[in-house]
């Protein structure tokens, strides 16, 4: 079992359109969470860091369930500009050390 | 404030060959962090330094890989002698602190050929 699993995609949405991306995690130690965007042939770019209150920054909201340990992305009212793949990424710490974890990401494109 | 730069952005080079990747951090990020992303596949963790010391070297897939961080500023990742599978796009990634989000470098994708 993957550490971090997402949605296969591609997801394929048109203007406009409310779109949601599920993330589950396996290591109940894993202590900070984020959604992670990468356009096409770029480096990861931090979208936003995902807490259990739930955080909303704009048109998009993120939602972290520790109990489930399950982690999701909402975006509303979406733009061309939206597409790219979501990373979901969550964080192990352990002694001096700590790693990022990534899911395998899901793509979207959304359509005029 | 700069970003986190690696250099070079593409490089191709032969199986058997050499090659040193390079990853400046953000200035003052104490943590500095290699991963890599082979076609088809997640983006997964290679190794940690904290300052000049590694952290967590658990991620290198194998003794041809050697990273150093001397003097705790910037970071080289050789991979020597390349193989085929090596090919992929190696991100740097630097942070404050380990809970805090990661800056990542816009990558060096490495061809073997």
């Known amino acids: 079992r993957k550490e971090v699993e997402q949605d296969p995609g591609p997801f394929n949405v048109p203007e406009g359109a409310t779109v949601a991306f599920n993330c589950t995690y396996s290591?109940?130690?894993?202590?900070?969470f984020f959604w992670y965007r990468q356009d096409c042939r770029k480096e990861p770019k931090l979208l936003m860091s995902?807490?259990?209150s739930g955080n909303e920054d704009g048109r998009f909201t993120a939602q972290l369930n520790r109990a489930s340990q399950y982690i999701s992305l909402l975006i509303r009212d979406s733009k061309l500009s939206d597409s790219a793949t979501y990373l979901c990424?969550?964080?192990?710490?352990?002694?001096?050390?700590?790693?990022?974890?990534f899911g395998q990401g899901t793509e979207l494109s959304v359509k005029p | 404030e700069a970003g986190v730069t690696q250099f070079p952005s593409h490089s191709v080079i032969e199986k058997g060959q050499t090659v040193t990747l390079r990853c400046d951090p953000i200035?003052?990020?104490?943590?500095l962090y290699w991963y890599r992303r082979v076609m088809g596949k997640e983006i997964k963790f290679l190794l940690h330094?904290?300052?000049?010391?590694?952290?967590?070297e658990s991620g290198m897939p194998n003794n041809r890989f050697l990273a150093e961080r001397t003097g705790g500023t910037y970071s080289t990742l050789k991979v020597q002698p390349a193989e085929l599978e090596d090919s992929g796009v190696y991100f740097c990634?630097?942070?404050?602190?380990?809970?805090?989000?990661?800056?990542f470098g816009s990558g060096t994708r490495l061809t073997v050929v």
């Open positions: 990634a630097s942070s404050q602190a380990r809970t805090s989000g990661y800056t």
């Open positions: 290591n109940s130690a894993s202590q900070s």
């Open positions: 995902v807490y259990s």
């Open positions: 990424v969550v964080i192990l710490i352990y002694n001096q050390g700590g790693k990022l974890i």
């Open positions: 200035s003052g990020h104490d943590n």
């Open positions: 330094f904290v300052k000049e010391s590694k952290q967590d």
